[in-house]
């Protein structure tokens, strides 16, 4: 055999992704068997029913089908608008959905996203130094494959973790330096714990070069603070490091003390001389918030303080690719460009997206009040994003069970949850957790109506298996 | 740019230096090629005067103070990264850029009026028209409340709203929105399955096939699996298409060249395989896969089954992984050749899942569909063992999946309109129409240019270009290096500037060191192929009348 596991580059083998991992693969097979599974692993809306909002939709069949636009019919079953908007994006391609753009995006689109960074933050936002990808995760493919140079970078990863970083950076062969968020503080970022990890990383020998922020996090849900972010600027100040912001569930909000803010409008707030010399990526997807449109792959990002000549090497990584696929640069257009008061889709649109969002508001309290009636469950509540990430506080009949069978205690769990309910959830050894305790994440996209079903059959599952572990000895602790 | 492409120059002569254990002459085409940053299958520029400057040593980059604080500065980036050749954006098509802008405001002062892009690979920028029926079926998945709609009935053939139809019921809850499996939607990989059972006649599985973002991903991501350090080589064709030098040297292995035979048509040699393999070993080098361009880009040829059965056999033998880069299978425009899968041929040979490694290739980029903005293709995966299937698996899912209308039209793409289907008559139509224009054009320019003094040309039996031999006079030479440019992008240069039409330099594909090439695509359409011809000939007797020695 040619390619024997042995020989197979060491830095593949290492990688992990919990997310597509033995519980996915389980829950795939039993859905085969027949079993209905309700998919919480991903956080992939229109898997679990979320319909697409209409308006993008409608522009992006148009560009599909060019020749409708001739049609004396197509407003029939087009609005005025989609099909003027269709127009639109045509012309800033060359040659339509079919042609490579350049490798960057379509130049009128990246300034389309300019013009939204600069509404969001009310700083200047230059299209030169967006490029639009496919999804957002291949931007921090491009991003961190330009830092990494070997296993003596190092990464600074909030734990737990969108296990994306800590695929990659393995990947690359370069080294995961965690910070551990507190779940005692809902799950706050605290700085001193980023002093002692990179402390602890450099005396190591590994130099640090860039740090993670997942802001609202994954899995984590939380929001960061204003005040939080200007502490952590400043320490990538002081400590020379790159700032890779995942700001891509931004539009996911479902508190009020507490909106989204994104890091380069804390960061030219805070003016010279950070403004001037930290560098920040920050990357946006059409994948989340009330779009969902995960299967179309579309993203950006957009550098800050990133020297031309670097941004030059970086194009030419994204040009081995040749270009992002063209129909999800649209959808990035439209995101950055909705429809607008007066405008012919404006009130159907407004309502879908408000309709979404609403719904996911309640659905992330639904999900983490179910949580919290569980017995030996307790989870904070998810300010933002997609997710709901309890602890699940093992007894020690349970610790032992999984050993017997192999397993780490959240697998063991999560497994034992998926055959009794259906319900695929990712243990949270995969996103790294501290040592002892255990999670789960799930999403909060299942449709509302069927939530509270879900919940049910959970506390039954999860109190069960309390009962059924439980020695009376004490539990894997908090 | 100038500068910094010179302090690739620098730390790559460094790293040459250090490294003596690289084999001379591969380390002699890497060098060579990066001072010529070269292509990405659009534009393959000869940067002209880093070339000469190579060798200075006072302008470099890290001598930049102000960025110096910075985190993130070249300095500090990943050497692979400044390694890898694929500079998109050279100084051809920059200054064709420059002189398409300028053309809006000064019409007259050009004996041109148009720029005509013969760089890239990229058939709907030049206005070929997309195939009806893929359209049609991609529009309604886009938006499926259109199914809903009497009126649609009207728009839409029936045999397109049926299609879709049936895509959608493959696709989990009809969403055409979410997330699919990591390595494509199961119904859509069955019907790429059973599109290569038909084309080959030997059983394909569903479960070996990799839906891409394109071709390339899946390129990479063989190539991450392969290669662990420079000690692993990968036998590549010389001349090539740049993705597979980037891609090597974007994971720090060792691109094992071995050279095509111009004189026989750009052949394969089998002996010309061993002698590579062999000198690498020598080396130190494992070489672990073979890289095969079947139809041939830049060179268009098109494997003869004889050739391919020996090439399997020499994997085989010597076990290597082999890499078919199948995306131009449905290019073939001459009637003594034809396509033939290597998994075909593997297979007709006896050869089965124990015998042979393979990875076949596939694009919807390519052949009379184009669609290069769709970003659509796959990989069939054959012959490695389930551990290495799952790591295969585990990396396509850290990127969750490739996008969803170019997974659905690969699966159009492998499952066209069949007779008495209501779309079957256009689209033959179509695709034939798309097809015959091309063997026109190929076989005009291919014509025109053997007409040409010094310069000989293969004809292009498939794929989407043209790699004429350019026999340049000492004098351009001289002038060349007088210019501090690569002779080949001295005549490119020239060529643009006299009349507009942009192809690239063959030092972007690497040749035979002292020869010279450029690479044209056979793209522009029908209409326009007369002019260029005219002004091709026109420039190269007006070049020779300069420089003939």
Known sequence: MALEYDLLNENVKKCQYAVRGELYLRASELQKEGKKIIFTNVGNPHALGQKPLTFPRQV????????????????????????????????????????????????????????????????????????????????????????????????????PQYPLYSATISLLGGSLVPYYLDESENWGLDVNNLRQSVAQARSQGISVRAMVIINPGNPTGQCLSEANLKEILRFCYNEKLVLLGDEVYQQNIYQDERPFISSKKVLMDMGSPFSKEVQLVSFHTVSKGYWGECGQRGGYFEMTNIPPRVVEEIYKVASIALSPNVSAQIFMGLMVSPPKPGDISYDQFARESKGILESLRRRAKIMTDGFNSCKNVVCNFTEGAMYSFPQIRLPPGALQAAKQAGKVPDVFYCLKLLEATGISTVPGSGFGQKEGVFHLRTTILPAEEEMPEIMDSFKKFNDEFMTQYDNGFGYSRM | MRRFVIGQAKNLIDQTRRRCCQPHHHNNLRLLSLLRPSASDSTTVYSPRLFSSSSSSSDMPGSDSSSSSLPVTLDSINPKVLKCEYAVRGEIVSIAQRLQDDLKINKDAYPFDEIIYCNIGNPQSLGQQPITFFREVLA???????????????????????????????????????????????????????????????????????????????????????????????????????????????????????????????????????KQLEDAKSKGITVRALAVINPGNPTGQVLSEENQRDIVDFCKKEGLVLLADEVYQENVYVPDKKFHSFKKVARSMGYGEKDISLVSFQSISK????????????????????????????????????????????????????????????????????????????????????????????????????????????????????????????????LLNATGIVVVPGSGFRQVPGTWHFRCTILPQEDKIPAIVNRLTEFHKSFMDEFRD
């Open chain 1, 60 to 159: 992006v069949a148009l560009c599909q089908a060019p020749f409708l636009l001739d049609d004396p019919n197509v407003g029939m079953i087009f609005p005025a608008d989609a099909i003027a908007r269709a127009k639109h994006y045509l012309s800033l391609t060359s040659g339509g959905l079919g042609a490579y753009s350049d490798s960057r995006g379509l130049p009128g689109v990246r300034k389309e996203v300019a013009e939204f960074i600069q509404r969001r933050d009310g700083y200047p936002s230059d299209p030169e130094l967006i490029f639009l990808t496919d999804g957002a995760s291949k931007g921090v493919m491009q991003i961190l494959n330009c830092v990494i140079r070997g296993e003596g970078d190092g990464i600074l990863v909030p734990v």
């Open chain 2, 140 to 274: 309604l998945c886009s938006h499926t409340a259109l199914l809903d709609e009497s009126a649609t009935h009207g728009l839409f053939s029936s045999d397109s709203i049926d299609r879709a139809w049936k895509i959608l019921d493959q696709i989990p809850g009809k969403a055409t929105g979410a997330y699919s499996h990591s390595q494509g939607i199961k119904g859509l990989r069955d019907a790429i399955a059973a599109g290569i059972e038909a084309r080959d006649g030997f059983p394909a599985d569903p479960n070996d096939i990799f839906m891409t973002d394109g071709a390339s991903p899946g390129v990479h991501m063989m190539m991450q699996l392969l290669i662990s350090s420079e000690k692993d080589g990968i036998l590549c064709p010389i001349p090539q298409y740049p993705l597979y030098s980037a891609s090597i040297a974007l994971h720090g292995g060792s691109l094992v060249p071995y050279y095509l035979d111009e004189a026989s048509g750009w052949g394969l040699e089998i002996s010309e395989l061993k």
């Open chain 2, 367 to 494: 052949g009379y569909y184009g669609e290069c903005g769709k970003r659509g293709g796959y990989m069939e995966v054959t012959g490695f063992t389930s551990d290495v299937r799952e790591q295969i698996y585990k990396v396509a899912s850290v990127n969750l999946c490739s996008n969803i209308s170019g997974q659905i039209l690969a699966s159009l793409v492998m499952s066209p309109p069949k007779p008495g289907d209501d779309s079957y008559d256009s689209y033959i139509a179509e695709k034939e129409g798309i097809l015959s224009s091309l063997a026109t054009r190929a076989k005009t320019l291919e014509e025109a240019l053997n007409k040409l003094e010094g310069v000989t040309c293969n004809r292009a039996e498939g794929a989407m270009y043209l790699f004429p031999c350019i026999n340049l006079p000492q004098k351009a030479i001289a002038a060349a290096e007088a210019a501090k440019t690569a002779p080949d992008a001295f005549y490119c240069k020239r």
